[in-house]
């Protein structure tokens, strides 16, 4: 028994898993060999593809394409059209499907609106990336990078609020009242 809701219109190739709870929605398509986690929403018109990994409660607003390499943990959010990129030099005459490179996406991060994730470059828990930004190197853990190429301009929580840390290094999310340490370059939960 089907564990999951697939719009009428969705496409979801053979030899995929997907998770209870989970909805894909119009015109999407997911290819061959795709895992998707329990409880992820899958916006319309985006394309999954082949052994592409979605964990637990992604949320995959419409339009996005996800390609071959790229893993992305519990949580993530990706925003409307943003893409990810698997190959560095990409030419239409010359396959180079040996060639794809992997994206992890960490727990918890978010990618905006319009974004544009170059492969191989890994996305730290909690990281947000600003829409419309073109992120060309490794993102850093609780990083708010915006801009093209993307630069990190300060830090956030894992409720998506800026932390403002002190002189001592120390910082509390006003939502959540939990507090971080930072630390050469390198943000603690406390």
Request: hydrophobic share 40%; proline share 3%.
């Amino acid at each position: 028994m089907k564990e999951f809701f697939a719009h009428k219109t969705a496409v979801i190739d053979a030899d995929c898993k997907i998770g209870k709870d989970t909805k894909i929605w119009h015109f999407s398509h997911i290819m061959s060999h795709c895992i998707i986690g329990e409880g992820c929403n899958i916006g319309q018109n985006v394309v999954v593809s082949p052994k592409v990994i979605l964990g637990k409660n992604v949320k995959v607003q419409n339009n996005v394409s996800i390609y071959t390499g790229v893993i992305c943990e519990d949580d993530v959010f990706l925003g409307p059209s943003m893409v990810f990129t698997n190959v560095m030099n990409p030419r239409s005459a010359i396959i180079r499907q040996d060639e794809y490179q992997k994206t992890i996406v960490k727990k918890g991060a978010s990618i905006g609106a319009n974004a544009t994730i170059v492969c191989g470059n890994a996305i730290g828990e909690y990281a947000f990336i600003g829409a419309g930004a073109v992120v060309t190197r490794e993102v850093l853990p609780f990083a708010l990078v915006v801009g093209n190429p993307s630069k990190q301009i300060g830090w956030v929580s894992e409720y998506g609020h800026r932390l403002k840390f002190d002189k001592n290094g120390f910082a509390t999310c006003k939502e959540s009242k939990q507090e971080y340490q930072l630390k050469n370059n390198t943000v603690i939960k406390l």
